[in-house]
């Protein structure tokens, strides 16, 4: 069953709303990160210009942890990239 408000939304949006949402929730974190003088990438040590580009990394690899949970969710592991960074410095710590 279709759940008739989120259509409703979406179709306001021209978007799915989970997307809206997470585009809203990006931009505002994006603009506290600039607040806090936070918009610096932590892997190529340029400023993060747009919302558009920023992500959130983790600094060390929570899947190569002893404790995963524990890593993925420690606010001290966490730093703002370039998406582009983060994609290029993912690609180099994979599991297989």
């Known amino acids: 069953m279709v759940n008739t ?3 409703r939304k979406s179709r306001l949006l ?9 585009r809203l929730r990006k931009t ?3 603009m506290m990160a600039q607040k806090l003088g936070l918009d610096t990438c932590h892997c190529c040590r340029q400023k993060i210009e747009t919302a558009n580009v920023f992500s959130i ?3 060390e690899s929570w899947q190569l942890s ?3 949970y524990e890593k993925f969710f420690d606010l001290r592991n ?3 990239s370039h998406l ?3 994609i290029s410095s993912g690609s180099r710590n994979k599991i297989y």
């Open 28 to 30: 505002i974190m994006f």
């Open 78 to 80: 966490i730093a703002f």
């Open 5 to 7: 408000h989120s259509f």
């Open 84 to 86: 582009k960074c983060n």
């Open 14 to 22: 021209g978007l799915p709303i989970g997307t809206a949402t997470h």
């Open 57 to 59: 990394e983790h600094k």
């Open 66 to 68: 002893d404790n995963p």
